[in-house]
Antibody, heavy 121, light 110 residues
Framework: QVQLVESGGGLVKPGGSLRLSCAAS????????MSWIRQAPGKGLEWVSC????????SYADSVKGRFTISRDNAKNSLYLQMNSLRAEDTAVYYC??????????????WGQGTLVTVSS | QSALTQPPSASGSPGQSVTISCTGT?????????VSWYQQHPGKAPKLMIY???KRPSGVPDRFSGSKSGNTASLTVSGLQAEDEADYYC??????????FGGGTKLTVL
């Protein structure tokens, strides 16, 4: 069955960096767009970034553009999110999701369990 | 771009129907048929309930239905059950590189 397992979260100081990983299994990873979606503690969901099945095109939310970099390794069935210049407002649970449908962002039918990123001094 | 507007809370008794609205603009909800709805129980990842306005994924009970009129999408839960108590989020495609989420609605089963 489809599994998405995130890792790499943790506590980091403002201005620091962190790299999230998502290990995918149970489906043909290289066939699908993938996205990262985050949820701040007690808050709603926010789309962060999307990457096509081949690696380009890529898109970012304005709130992370220039600081975050999404990438994938289809040979390793893995999705990544490199997060630099982290801010307190980046504190959230980050979910790895399969991005399906006619357009990027159409709908997300599989979600990982999430990994918590805390940005605090 | 602003988030989509959802009521912060909704409620109903077991067996009743409840409808949650999701209001956007002609640039998002009203402009595309790419509205989806997610259910989230505390401490859990969201689960897709409705996609492309009114389509139901395999395994989602037919008590859940979606619709859209103009710039407002709606999720209706019929025959409310205790396990339907959760947070519900709508999303809408808003053009290339732009996806909007609603602020979420906490559904309480009385």
């Amino acid at each position: 069955q489809v599994q998405l397992v995130e890792s790499g979260g943790g506590l980091v100081k403002p201005g620091g960096s962190l790299r999230l990983s998502c290990a995918a299994s149970g489906f043909t990873f290289s066939d699908y767009y993938m996205s990262w979606i985050r949820q701040a503690p007690g808050k709603g969901l926010e789309w962060v970034s999307c990457i096509s099945s081949s690696g380009t095109p890529i898109s970012y939310a304005d709130s992370v553009k220039g600081r975050f970099t999404i990438s994938r390794d289809n040979a390793k069935n893995s999705l990544y999110l490199q997060m630099n210049s982290l801010r307190a407002e980046d504190t959230a649970v980050y979910y790895c999701v399969i991005d399906r449908g006619a357009v990027a962002g159409d709908y997300f039918d599989y979600w990982g369990q999430g990994t918590l990123v805390t940005v605090s001094s | 771009q602003s988030a989509l507007t959802q009521p912060p809370s909704a409620s109903g008794s077991p067996g009743q129907s409840v409808t949650i609205s999701c209001t956007g603009t002609s640039s998002d909800v009203g402009g595309y048929n790419y509205v989806s709805w997610y259910q989230q129980h505390p401490g859990k990842a969201p689960k897709l309930m409705i996609y492309e306005v009114s389509k139901r994924p395999s395994g989602v009970p037919d008590r859940f239905s979606g619709s859209k009129s103009g710039n407002t999408a709606s999720l209706t839960v019929s025959g409310l059950q205790a396990e339907d108590e959760a947070d519900y989020y709508c999303t809408s495609y808003a053009g290339r590189n732009n996806l909007l989420f609603g602020g979420g609605t906490k559904l309480t089963v009385l």
